[in-house]
C-alpha cells in the first residue's frame, strides 16, 4: 500500500485527542506566516514539535533554502514512497479542478481509501500542507465565498465541515508559476534579513 510512513502516533489517529487539535493549528499557523525559523520556531516537547518533525521535517517538506532559513516544499527524493505519493494525488486533484472549482470533500475519500489509507487525523494537514505550498496558484471557497485570507480559525473550519470548502486552480503557465514560487522565496528572504535599507527598499518596491 502507498500509505505515507509517518511514525507519529499522535496524528496517525482517527480522531485527534484536543491537545493535538491545537498543536496542529499552531502548525497550520506557523506555516502560513512562513518566518522561515528552524522547526518553525517550536521548541520544547509540546506535541506541535513531535508532529512538526514527523511530518515536515524527517520526510524533507520543510527544510533549509538558505543559510539559516527553512520553508515549505515538495517532498524531497529519499522521503518515503507512500509519502510523495500522496502529494501527487493532491496536488493532480487541485491542479485538476481548473476554473470550474472541485469539492474537497471526495479528496478526503480518495485519500483514507486505498492504496493510500491515510487516518482521517492527518489527512487534513497534508491537504493543507499543499493548498499551502500552491497558495499563489489556487482559490479557496467557503460555502460559495472566495477567501481572501488564509489563518489556523479558517483550518478549523475547514476540518469540522470539509463538505463547504471548494478548491479552483488558477490556469498559469509554468513560466508563470516558477516565477511566483521564486518571489515568494524572495520574500520570505527578505523578511528573515535585519531591517536595512535595501529591505526597506525592496519592500516599497513590492
Known amino acids: 500500500p502507498d500509505t505515507p510512513a509517518i511514525r507519529n502516533e499522535l496524528i496517525n489517529r482517527q480522531n485527534l485527542t484536543s491537545a493535538v487539535v491545537v498543536a496542529v493549528k499552531?502548525?497550520?499557523?506557523?506555516?502560513?506566516?512562513?518566518?522561515?525559523?528552524?522547526?518553525l520556531g517550536f521548541t520544547g516537547n509540546g506535541p506541535e514539535v513531535s508532529i512538526f518533525r514527523a511530518?515536515?521535517?524527517?520526510?524533507?517538506?520543510?527544510?533549509?533554502?538558505?543559510?539559516?532559513?527553512y520553508a515549505l516544499h515538495q517532498?524531497?527524493?529519499?522521503a518515503n514512497l507512500g509519502l510523495r505519493r500522496a502529494?501527487?494525488?493532491?496536488?493532480?486533484?487541485?491542479?485538476?479542478?481548473?476554473?470550474?472549482?472541485?469539492?474537497?470533500?471526495?479528496?478526503?475519500?480518495?485519500?483514507?481509501?486505498p492504496p493510500y489509507g491515510i487516518?482521517?487525523?492527518?489527512?487534513?494537514?497534508?491537504?493543507?500542507?499543499v493548498l499551502i505550498y500552491h497558495r499563489?496558484?489556487?482559490?479557496?471557497?467557503?460555502?460559495?465565498?472566495?477567501?481572501?485570507?488564509w489563518s489556523s480559525e479558517l483550518f478549523d473550519r475547514f476540518v469540522k465541515a470539509p463538505d463547504g470548502f471548494t478548491v479552483r486552480w488558477l490556469v498559469l503557465s509554468d513560466h508563470a508559476q516558477e516565477l511566483l514560487k521564486r518571489l515568494?522565496?524572495?520574500?520570505?528572504?527578505?523578511?528573515?534579513?535585519?531591517?536595512?535599507?535595501?529591505?526597506?527598499?525592496?519592500?516599497?518596491?513590492?
Not at 55 to 69: D, M, S
Not at 75 to 78: F, G, L, R, V, W
Not at 136 to 149: D, H, K, M
Open 136 to 149: 499563489q496558484a489556487l482559490c479557496i471557497y467557503e460555502n460559495g465565498t472566495y477567501l481572501r485570507e
Open 26 to 39: 499552531r502548525i497550520i499557523g506557523g506555516l502560513l506566516e512562513t518566518n522561515g525559523e528552524l522547526d
Open 184 to 206: 515568494s522565496l524572495a520574500i520570505e528572504s527578505v523578511q528573515q534579513a535585519s531591517d536595512t535599507k535595501e529591505s526597506m527598499t525592496l519592500s516599497r518596491f513590492l
Open 55 to 69: 511530518v515536515f521535517v524527517e520526510p524533507g517538506l520543510y527544510r533549509e533554502t538558505a543559510k539559516g532559513h
Open 75 to 78: 517532498p524531497s527524493d529519499d
Open 119 to 129: 487516518r482521517r487525523g492527518l489527512i487534513p494537514l497534508l491537504i493543507w500542507a
Open 87 to 113: 502529494w501527487q494525488e493532491i496536488e493532480a486533484y487541485i491542479e485538476s479542478s481548473g476554473e470550474s472549482g472541485r469539492p474537497i470533500l471526495p479528496l478526503y475519500q480518495c485519500l483514507s481509501d
